[in-house]
């Protein structure tokens, strides 16, 4: 089984940071790509971030040179630093994994982190 957990979330001013984490765990063989992404109430989830395994990035236009996204293969967990925050940013933020697990690929998601931005 794997688990995917998110932390590092909470309440921040308007203009302020926070760094979020996602650490994945169970019988990983290997995981392809990570992501972020965030869902505001009455809103659709959408993505923020994503980075795969090797290559570039990618980020939502709304995100593009506050947030950034990035990996530590060693220890299975991504992290999103969001800078300059904004009240819209406020969100629960989800992180998923793309996971091989005996050879079977299957995407995994967090429960979820509360991101709040006063302004």
């Known amino acids: 089984q794997v688990q995917v957990v998110e932390s590092g979330g909470g309440l921040v001013q308007a203009g302020g940071s926070l760094r979020l984490s996602c650490a994945a765990s169970?019988?990983?063989?290997?995981?392809?790509?990570m992501g972020w992404y965030r869902q505001a109430p009455g809103k659709q989830r959408e993505l923020v971030a994503v980075?795969?395994?090797?290559?570039?990035?990618n980020y939502a236009d709304s995100v593009k040179g506050r947030f950034t996204i990035s990996r530590d293969n060693a220890k299975n967990t991504v992290y999103l630093q969001m800078n300059s925050l904004k009240p819209e940013d406020t969100a629960v933020y989800y992180c998923?994994?793309?996971?091989?697990?005996?050879?079977?690929?299957?995407?995994?998601w967090g429960q979820g982190t509360q991101v709040t931005v006063s302004s």
């Open positions: 169970g019988s990983i063989t290997r995981i392809n790509a």
């Open positions: 980075i795969p395994s090797g290559g570039s990035t």
């Open positions: 998923n994994a793309d996971v091989i697990v005996l050879g079977i690929l299957r995407l995994y």
